[in-house]
C-alpha cells in the first residue's frame, strides 16, 4: 500500500483528517505445535467483518482524546477487555494514500501469554464487536513447516490497508522472526498467492 510515513507531530498537526490506532499484541510461550515444534511467541491479529486480517484497534479523535486513550476505547470494544496503551507502546504513523489522508498509527506491546490467554477467552465472551465487526482473534504463525505451512501461507492472505507491512516490519524489529526466516516466508508467500490466484474454479 503507497502512502509516506510521517511523525507522530505531524500526524498530531492535522487533526482535520480521519485517524485510526491499531497494536500488535504478542506474547513469549514454551507452548509446543503437536508437542514439538516450538511457537515461540503469540501474535494477534483479526479476522475483519470484510474478510481481511488486521490488528486491533479502530478510529480516534484526536481532537477530543488522547491516541491511546482513543485506542484502549477500541481494544475495550474489539477484544472485551482493558488494555493500557501508553506512549511507550507507539511504533508509527502513516499517512495513507487509499482511503486518502487516513492516518495510521501503528502500537506494539509485549504482554503475558496468561494475559494473552484471558484476552483470547474475553474476546468471544466479553466483546461487543465479536461476530459483528470482528469475525475472531487469530494467533500468526510464526513458523515456516517443511511444506511451507505456517508464515508463508498466512502472509498470502489478504490484509486491511497497511497492516501486513506493519507486521512484517514489527516481527523484524521486535526479533520475532529472523531475517532470513522472514525473508524466506514472504519470498514463499508471494509463490503462493501465484498459486492460489492460478487455480481454476471450481
Ligand atoms: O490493522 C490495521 N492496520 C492499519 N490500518 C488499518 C488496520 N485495520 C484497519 N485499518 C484502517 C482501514 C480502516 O478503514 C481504518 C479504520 O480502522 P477500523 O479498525 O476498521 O475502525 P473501527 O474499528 O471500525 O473504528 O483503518
Ligand atoms: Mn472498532
Ligand atoms: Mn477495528
Ligand atoms: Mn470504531
Known sequence: MAGRDISREEALSRLDQKHACHILLYADSKAKLFGKIPIKHIVLMQMRFDGLLGFPGGLVKPSEESLEAGLSRELQEELGAAVSVSVNDYVSSHLAQSPPHLILHFYSKKITESVLLEIERAAVSN????????????????????????????????????SRAQLLEALRRLELVSPQNLEEAVKKAEEMRHIVKSDPPH
Open 127 to 162: 466483546a461487543v464487536d465479536h461476530g459483528f465487526e470482528v469475525l475472531g482473534l487469530t494467533r500468526v504463525p510464526l513458523y515456516t513447516l517443511r511444506n511451507g505451512g505456517g508464515l508463508p501461507w498466512f502472509l498470502s492472505h489478504s490484509f486491511i490497508s497497511n
